[in-house]
């Protein structure tokens, strides 16, 4: 086998290498990305849950503000059931479920926005995959368009 023989099979084999390694950058950027959207899809599921815990706490912390503060009306000697007495209860009724309603809606945006990072993380494995097969497919035909000038000049 002459030089520039050996040269060209050695080029070849680099060119391969060269394709294989994109390709297999292409797949693990890949995996890493779908790893990470599982992440994100469990985040959404914690992020959620946690708010659904803290809307329970929200809303007994409301309940014994609402106690509360019958308990002072009475305390007053005002009947609880009557005139202004229901109102003021009917309004830390409402307050409490405003604080709670908030407390899950912030839970639901959180959960939110780790879904669409999950989407994101989809779509991006997507074009990871996408741009180790065409940065390998590249790889070859550059390597072989060098190499076959190559071969067109070693001499016979």
């Known amino acids: ?15 391969g290498a060269s394709a294989l390694g994109t390709f297999e950058q292409g797949q693990y950027s890949a995996e890493v990305a779908r790893n990470n959207a599982t992440i994100a899809n469990q ?7 946690a708010g659904q815990e803290q809307a329970a706490i929200t809303s007994m912390k409301g309940a014994e503000e609402g106690a509360r503060v019958k308990a002072a009306i009475a305390a007053n000697n005002v009947d609880v059931d009557t005139g202004s ?7 830390e009724r409402e307050v409490n479920k405003l604080n709670t309603d908030t407390v899950l809606n912030n839970a639901d ?8 990072q999950a989407v994101n993380f989809q ?15 590249g790889s070859l035909l550059g390597n ?13």
């Not at 945006?109 to 669409?116: D, F, K, T």
């Open 1 to 15: 086998m002459t030089i520039a023989a050996a040269s060209l099979a050695l080029g070849a084999l680099g060119a």
């Open 43 to 49: 985040n959404a599921a914690y992020a959620r849950e």
């Open 85 to 91: 007495a229901v109102d003021v209860e009917s309004g």
């Open 109 to 116: 945006l959180q959960a939110y926005g780790y879904r669409a």
């Open 123 to 137: 779509a991006q494995a997507q074009q990871d995959e996408i741009g180790g097969d065409l940065g390998a497919a």
């Open 144 to 156: 072989a368009s060098s190499l076959g000038l190559k071969w067109a000049s070693v001499p016979a």
